[in-house]
């Protein structure tokens, strides 16, 4: 059969060809037509219609679009390392259909008109859905409240004062009796400041050997600690952003059991890197919460595996080149994720779990916990929004930062080779990404 290819049809039909459907249902081959941003057909051969566009999927998977938890835009505020555009690109590229962006912009992200205007740059830019998380604090402060009333009524649903933890306990407990009727979820940045004090990276054998200050383990298990005992208290949601501990999966483990409202996330290069890497005193390694043990990974990985770990999140945190030259004690912690995160998933976990949970972790678990199921995260059936990632789990490519979407070059994988790569992106309907290549 014939398929004329129309690429770029901003609105109209799609047919997603000849893929492996995976979603919270399970798996089956069969093409998906969309038709005006919504799934309208799953079955085998599909009739196309006439001026369709056909994205060819054989030998890749089609799954709901992923959602990434944790991303930094950089804009408003910082727009030489980042901009909601090229964050948006990157994502999109990356197979993400939807990003919460972290508030530690400038201004933060404790106001209405901040949240609307980080909604309008993403709309303008048509990439990818931008859910803003508001502030626990102002300013991230950590001393006041933010108004989640007002901004839980405009639509947001994850609140965190990420880069900083809420270091006030009885603070903390207040923010959660306040937002559980609101039926939002705060999402914590686990670092006691205390502990942490001009620290550059895992406090260990490595960090002593190389004579610089550590940032211990403990200092993020304590919070995890205080946090699940406070969830206990007041019945609300707690989330943990970047999990990086043994200990601190235990802990969340354990809560899990106790049936608590706790949901945690790990980033890619807290399954994948090491504080060894830091010998050459390379910025570039330096991220906070640091780079851990062999024993950390082994835990993370753990608790991906079983479920402890409910999603795998970037943390995408770009830095310009000048930044990040600096001297260890001065550059800005963070590496870029978005466009690596699926690869590192498939190469690092494939072997662990099955490739539906890689999917799960990187698509509905988090759109639940954003509170995005209703648009992202979709089992693919009639009905359901197009939101929607095509990727060749086989495919091998070699990650060369120059080639990355991104603003900014701060990849810690440059020049590795990793397994599975995103084909097409499709976001609300428009094939965003198609072969590889973003489209807008
Ligand atoms: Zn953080």
Known sequence: MARERVVNNAVGSTVISGGRVLDQRGERTADVLVVDGVVTAVGAELAVPERAAVLDARGCVVSPGFVDLHVHLREPGREEAETIETGSRAAALGGFTAVVAMPNTEPPHDS?????????????????????????TMGRAGEALAPFGELAAAGVRLFTDDGNGVQDAALMRRA???????????????????????????????CSRLGLPGWPA???????????????????????LHLSTARSVELVRAAKADCLAVTAEAAPH???????????????????????????????????????????????APHPPEAKE???????????????????????LGSLMPLAAIVAALSWKPAAIAGLAERHGRAIEP?????????????????????????????????????????????????????????R
């Open 218 to 240: 403990l200092a993020e298990e304590l919070m995890v600690h205080r946090d699940i005992e406070l969830a206990r208290l007041t019945g609300a949601p707690v989330h943990f």
């Open 270 to 316: 807290h399954f994948t890197l090491t504080d060894e890497l830091l010998a050459g005193y390379d910025a570039l390694y330096k991220v906070n919460p640091p780079l851990r043990t062999p024993e950390d990974i082994a835990a993370i990985k753990a608790g991906l595996a079983d479920g402890t770990i409910d999603a795998i999140a970037t943390d995408h």
């Open 383 to 439: 009905g359901a929004p197009a939101n929607l990632t095509v990727f060749d789990p086989e495919q091998e490519w070699t990650v060369v930062p120059t080639r990355l979407a991104s603003l900014s070059r701060n990849t810690p994988y440059a020049g590795r080779t990793l397994r599975g790569k995103v084909r097409h992106t499709v976001f609300d309907g428009v094939p965003v990404v198609i072969d590889g290549t973003a489209q």
């Open 112 to 136: 209405l008109a901040t949240i609307e205007f980080v909604r309008a740059q993403a709309r303008r830019a048509g990439l990818c859905e931008v859910a803003p998380s508001g502030c626990i």
């Open 176 to 206: 959660l009796e306040y937002a559980k009727p609101l039926g939002i979820t705060l999402a914590q940045h686990c670092e006691v400041a205390s502990l942490t004090k001009g620290a550059v990276m895992h406090e260990g054998s490595c």
């Open 326 to 348: 600096a001297p260890l004690d001065q550059a800005p912690p963070g590496m870029l994720g978005l466009e690596t995160a699926l690869a590192l998933a498939i190469t690092e």
